[in-house]
């Protein structure tokens, strides 16, 4: 694992790109308590509570262990999750958005988003295939969890078949967490060595904090973390989507966006 030298500050500079998680209301709970989560879109651990609407997911789902269930919920919940634990240790919600499309109008703020997700000389790949440098699209799409302790909180996380996922190796709330927490990024059936991963970091009084990772060459990131702290986990893959999405969204990128958040105990 390779840290970057940067680190910034909430405070200190602007984030360039929109992240999009689930944040329970509480990451550990009671086994005879209902789980509490929302859908949030924004920057940097503060956005906007997203409320439940079908039309807007294709998956939304909890696991553990083996057993899952769908989340059941009525159009206009907030929070979007409320319903019982599949049962006792740690549930890990599962959210898969439809996909979305926003627009470039010029080149420059693209290559602030390639740039920021070191995506590489995307520049290139863009001129060679013939595209323009203003007025064009992108399509895609959020592969978000949440790991929630659910009583005594023991079990793990796994691959539950988003595109893109990130697997945390680490139990935030029964493990050794003294050296580190450990996560494993995937695309498809693939692991993702030398990747970046981006890390929120939100102190007990809201204060964030944001670090560059790598994975390895397992796809493993190692990184730090504090007690009474919550984490976001974010990798983003980028493609050139297939003749079926182009058709049908005029985009000439793909982004698939992987997401995992998580808290530690005091």
Same mark, same amino acid.
């Given at each position: 694992m390779r840290v970057l030298a940067l680190i910034?500050?909430?405070?200190?500079?602007?984030?360039?790109?929109?992240?999009?998680?689930?944040?329970?209301?509480?990451?550990?709970?009671?086994?005879?308590?209902?789980?509490?989560?929302?859908?949030?879109?924004?920057?940097?651990?503060?956005g906007a509570n997203l409320s439940f609407l079908p039309q807007r997911f294709v998956n939304f789902a909890l696991f553990l262990g083996t057993e899952s269930a769908r989340v059941e919920g009525r159009p206009g919940d907030l929070p979007a999750l409320q319903q019982a634990p599949v049962g006792e240790g740690l549930n890990v919600a599962v959210y898969q958005a439809k996909n979305q499309i926003v627009s470039y109008e010029e080149w420059e703020k693209f290559q602030r988003f390639v740039d920021h997700k070191d995506f590489g000389d995307v520049l290139r790949q863009h001129e060679a295939r013939g595209l323009p440098l203003d007025d064009f699209t992108e399509v895609y799409s959020r592969h978000a969890k949440t790991l929630i302790g659910v009583g005594h909180a023991e079990g793990s996380d796994r691959r539950v078949g988003l595109e893109t996922e990130i697997v945390a190796l680490t139990n935030p709330y029964t493990g050794d967490l003294s050296n580190g927490f450990r996560v494993q990024v995937y695309y498809r059936n693939n692991l993702r060595p030398d990747t970046q991963v981006e890390v929120f970091e939100k102190a007990p009084d809201s204060r964030v904090s944001i670090a560059l990772y790598r994975t390895n060459a397992d796809g493993i990131a190692t990184f730090p973390v504090k007690p009474g702290h919550a984490y976001?986990? +974010?990798?983003? @893959?980028? &493609?050139?989507?297939? +003749?079926?999405? @182009?058709? &049908?969204?005029?985009?000439?990128?793909?982004?698939l966006w992987a997401n995992l958040t998580f808290g530690v105990p005091e």
């Amino acid at each position: 694992m390779r840290v970057l030298a940067l680190i910034l500050s909430l405070f200190s500079a602007p984030v360039a790109a929109h992240e999009f998680w689930i944040e329970p209301t509480d990451y550990q709970i009671n086994a005879d308590t209902n789980l509490e989560a929302n859908i949030v879109n924004g920057e940097a651990f503060a956005g906007a509570n997203l409320s439940f609407l079908p039309q807007r997911f294709v998956n939304f789902a909890l696991f553990l262990g083996t057993e899952s269930a769908r989340v059941e919920g009525r159009p206009g919940d907030l929070p979007a999750l409320q319903q019982a634990p599949v049962g006792e240790g740690l549930n890990v919600a599962v959210y898969q958005a439809k996909n979305q499309i926003v627009s470039y109008e010029e080149w420059e703020k693209f290559q602030r988003f390639v740039d920021h997700k070191d995506f590489g000389d995307v520049l290139r790949q863009h001129e060679a295939r013939g595209l323009p440098l203003d007025d064009f699209t992108e399509v895609y799409s959020r592969h978000a969890k949440t790991l929630i302790g659910v009583g005594h909180a023991e079990g793990s996380d796994r691959r539950v078949g988003l595109e893109t996922e990130i697997v945390a190796l680490t139990n935030p709330y029964t493990g050794d967490l003294s050296n580190g927490f450990r996560v494993q990024v995937y695309y498809r059936n693939n692991l993702r060595p030398d990747t970046q991963v981006e890390v929120f970091e939100k102190a007990p009084d809201s204060r964030v904090s944001i670090a560059l990772y790598r994975t390895n060459a397992d796809g493993i990131a190692t990184f730090p973390v504090k007690p009474g702290h919550a984490y976001m986990v +974010d990798a983003v @893959v980028l &493609r050139v989507p297939d +003749d079926t999405l @182009v058709e &049908r969204s005029g985009a000439v990128w793909e982004t698939l966006w992987a997401n995992l958040t998580f808290g530690v105990p005091e």
